[in-house]
């Protein structure tokens, strides 16, 4: 069964680097998307992107975060300076244009900022 | 503003038991209502209705919506220590951009 994969499980990162996490999702999928949750809190959207823009972003998704599509298969997300608080995990998932609402999300990167 | 209120937050139960979880939700667009179970780490999916009254069903999960009263339960029945997780419930906002709508889940432990 096809499944949304993402890279890596885990990453640890100083203060103010850059990560870059990485997601292949559904090969049939249109829309994607990026979510985060904290620990303990509840799931964050972050973005939306469909035909190689950004179709909506929330009020987290500042300046520091950049999504692209590089190439036809992998997503990603850049958070260009993190901060403590970037520490989460960070879900992609995606949709099938026409499928109402079903998204598959991949297993999470888990991100800690020390 | 669009949101989706779950209850209750959190719930302990003995194997065997039966519980229901109740989503409430205000969304505009709204086209569906989704249910995940989320253990360790990626929500999985369990359900997505669109039609009021009529039940889905996964061996000991079900679920329905209501459109006109704008809320959807999930019942588990004879509850096993491998269902403990977040249970979580989405709105599915169909609008020019699709995105769900986030509950922020029932915690449910089952106690052998």
């Known amino acids: 069964e096809p499944e949304v994969t993402q890279t890596p499980s885990h990453q640890v990162t100083q203060m103010g680097q850059e990560v870059i996490l990485r997601c292949v999702p559904i090969?049939?999928?249109?829309?994607f998307y990026w979510y985060r949750q904290i620990l303990g809190q509840k799931v964050e959207f972050l973005v939306s992107?469909?035909?190689?823009?950004?179709?909506?972003k929330s009020e987290i998704f500042d300046d520091q975060f950049s999504v692209e599509r590089p190439d036809g298969s992998n997503f990603t997300l850049k958070i260009r300076s993190t901060k403590l608080e970037d520490s989460a995990m960070y879900f992609c998932?995606?949709?099938?244009?026409?499928?109402?609402?079903?998204?598959?999300f991949g297993p999470g990167t888990r991100l800690t900022v020390t | 503003e669009d949101k989706v209120v779950q209850s209750p937050l959190s719930l302990v139960v003995h194997e065997g038991d039966t519980v229901t979880l109740n989503c409430s939700y205000e969304?505009?667009?709204?086209?569906?209502l989704l249910w995940y179970k989320q253990e360790k780490k990626a929500p999985t999916f369990l359900f997505m209705l669109?039609?009021s009254g009529i039940e889905k069903k996964s061996g000991r999960l079900s679920s329905i919506l209501d459109k006109k009263e704008l809320f959807s339960i999930l019942n588990i029945t004879a509850t096993q220590t491998g269902d403990s997780a977040i249970y979580l419930c989405?709105?599915?906002?169909?609008?020019?951009?699709?995105?769900?709508?986030w509950g922020l889940g029932t915690s449910l432990a089952v106690n052998p």
């Open positions: 998932a995606s949709t099938e244009r026409g499928v109402s609402g079903e998204q598959y």
């Open positions: 992107f469909y035909n190689n823009e950004i179709s909506e």
């Open positions: 969304v505009t667009n709204f086209r569906s």
């Open positions: 669109t039609s």
């Open positions: 989405a709105g599915f906002n169909a609008g020019n951009n699709r995105k769900l709508i």
């Open positions: 090969s049939n999928h249109l829309y």
